[in-house]
């Protein structure tokens, strides 16, 4: 099932493997400014979006982004993760800034190697339509791979206007 775009969402997770080699707990949750998200927010908005894609379920047998309804359950999902303009104003949380550089990246790990089982495990026959405005299914998966590449960008620069150093970028 669609082999070429998991492999791609395999290599975007490389990527974000680099984007936190080096990153300072104490810039895991740290505002360049203070209407530019920090590199925890970017992996709680990351993991929120493929937590609800493919393992929420709406009552209608559909995909939901209420995380009650998610099969998945991190302290790095949140509600407020969801959009920019919400996480702007609602987090990081106490609970977020407990959690350590190595701590976010091995949960965000962890919630996309589960969203992919859920994935897997679903079969997206010609009746099932993927959630969203995607066409189907190697659509949708064509965009998290692009959204997730987008995001991981945005973590190497955080970290760059945080005056930190990245690997290889």
């Given amino acids: 099932m669609f082999e070429a775009q998991l492999k791609m969402l395999d290599l975007c997770y490389f990527e974000v493997t680099e984007a936190f080699k080096g990153l300072s707990d104490e810039n895991v949750w740290r505002r360049p400014a203070p209407r530019l998200l920090s590199v925890g927010e970017l992996a709680g ?3 929120y979006w ?3 894609r ?7 047998g559909g995909s939901s982004r209420d995380l009650s309804d998610c099969k998945l359950k ?5 509600d407020g993760f969801g959009y920019y303009t919400e996480t702007l104003g609602t987090l990081p949380s106490g609970e ?5 550089a190595q701590e976010v990246l091995e949960e965000l790990q962890r919630i996309h190697s589960e969203a992919m089982a859920c994935l897997k495990a679903f079969d997206p026959g010609e009746e099932n339509k993927p959630p969203h405005w995607h066409s189907d299914y190697g659509d949708l998966l ?3 791979a692009f959204h997730i590449a987008y995001h991981t960008g945005q973590m190497y620069s955080v970290r760059h206007l945080l005056g930190e150093s990245t690997p290889d970028n």
Wanted: charged share 20%; with cysteine; aromatic share 8%.
């Fill in 54 to 60: 493919f393992c929420g379920e709406s009552p209608d």
């Fill in 74 to 78: 991190s302290p790095l999902l949140a």
């Fill in 50 to 52: 493929e937590a609800v």
């Fill in 45 to 47: 908005h990351v993991a």
């Fill in 96 to 100: 977020h800034l407990k959690m350590k």
């Fill in 142 to 144: 064509n965009y998290v």
